[in-house]
């Protein structure tokens, strides 16, 4: 039984560029989170999604989106990129939108430079 | 919005001797605390997790405690030994329509031989 799976798992990307990040969950599972982990530090909650309908949203700006496809699978894109965009992005998946246990994809390191 | 403190930021314990990583929380209504282990390069693992009608839960050799009225949340790990060597996060979460966890900042823990 496959776990979350995330594509690419490295990326290294120019500053103003632009980026796609993808994410399959566990088969079942309905709802998809991101996280950003900067290094060094704990995950930072961006967006979760249920039923193609956003769910929730973190403190980022306006250059991150993300959408939630019909078989569950999820896709996050980053505009304009900044050097601060560095880290490392965990997908989630859940059963259901409030479901305990998240389980973690090994998840996407985006380097810009 | 919620915040998270987690205590000490790096812990050595000997093999075999007990380690306690502590966090606190601000928001009142936070009821679903999880506690993940990522080992460096890996995706964060749930480990345990307790809900805030639960003062304790164990699983084998780890256990976490919860003070509501005080805000905080303990994870025990009794005999360690040198795989649990990792850096643990807690996080806490409220109720409502999503789950999204706010991340403490983590601590590494190393069990030395």
């Known amino acids: 039984d496959a776990g979350v799976t995330q594509s690419p798992t490295h990326l290294i990307k120019t500053r103003g560029q632009h980026v796609t990040l993808r994410c399959s969950p566990i088969s079942g599972h309905k709802s998809v989170s991101w996280y950003q982990q900067v290094l060094g530090q704990g995950p930072q909650f961006i967006f979760q999604?249920?039923?193609?309908?956003?769910?929730g949203r973190g403190n980022f700006p306006d250059r991150f989106s993300a959408r939630q496809f019909p078989n569950y699978s999820s896709e996050l894109n980053v505009n304009a990129l900044l050097l601060g965009d560095s880290a490392l992005y965990l997908c989630a998946s859940s059963l259901a939108p409030t479901g305990d246990g998240y389980t973690f994809g090994s998840g996407t390191r985006l380097t810009v430079v | 919005g919620e915040n998270v403190e987690q205590h000490p930021s790096t812990l050595s314990v000997q093999e075999g001797d007990s380690a306690v990583i502590k966090c606190t929380y601000s928001d009142s209504a936070s009821n679903y605390f999880p506690w993940y282990k990522q080992e460096l390069g890996k995706r964060p693992q749930l480990i345990i997790d307790?809900?805030?009608?639960?003062g304790e839960k164990k699983d084998q050799r780890i256990a976490v405690t919860l003070n509501k009225t005080a805000k905080h949340f303990s994870l025990h790990i009794t005999e360690t030994q040198p795989e649990d060597s990792a850096v643990y996060f807690c996080?806490?979460?409220?109720?409502?329509?999503?789950?999204?966890?706010?991340f403490g900042s983590g601590t590494q823990l190393t069990v030395l031989p």
């Open positions: 996080a806490a979460s409220m109720g409502g329509s999503a789950r999204q966890l706010t």
């Open positions: 307790i809900r805030s009608n639960v």
């Open positions: 999604y249920y039923e193609k309908e956003e769910r």
